[in-house]
């Protein structure tokens, strides 16, 4: 199951961890976040602890989403030492690309 991710909790597990994070910037309301959700938890199953996936909806995140540019949802945004690396935008996406980025900034 992937991580809750707030503007609480944000430094402690994205920016400081020492692992890759894919944050995925979601909301309740919107249709293709709920496609992509399970393909998310999937992706935080598989990669087990090395690297940790994460989602932060946005009606609790609008102050990350500001400074992050996330303009639509779904964003992926993938984190190396407190940077992003990769960012994805909308749906169109599968499990294997997902992971394989992950994995490529491992």
């Keep these: ?9 944000f430094d402690a597990e994205v920016l400081n961890s020492d692992v890759p ?3 995925d910037f979601w909301a309740e ?4 976040c709920k496609m992509i959700g ?8 598989e990669v087990g ?5 994460g989602k932060c909806n946005l009606d609790d995140g609008q102050a990350l989403a500001a400074k992050y540019n996330v303009r ?6 993938f984190f190396k030492d407190g940077e992003v690396k990769e960012q994805i935008v909308g ?3 599968t499990q294997g690309q997902i992971q394989e980025l992950l994995s490529s900034l491992a």
């Excluded at 199951?1 to 909790?9: D, G, V, Y």
């Excluded at 309301?29 to 293709?32: D, I, N, R, S």
């Excluded at 639509?72 to 945004?77: D, E, Y």
Aim: aromatic letters at 2%; charged letters at 20%; hydrophobic letters at 50%.
């Design 1 to 9: 199951m992937a991580l809750t991710i707030t503007e609480e909790n």
């Design 21 to 23: 994070v894919l944050v």
């Design 29 to 32: 309301w919107c249709g293709p």
């Design 38 to 45: 399970p393909i998310i938890d999937k992706v935080a199953e």
């Design 49 to 53: 602890d090395t690297a940790k996936v």
């Design 72 to 77: 639509s949802i779904p964003t992926l945004l």
């Design 91 to 93: 749906a169109q996406v």
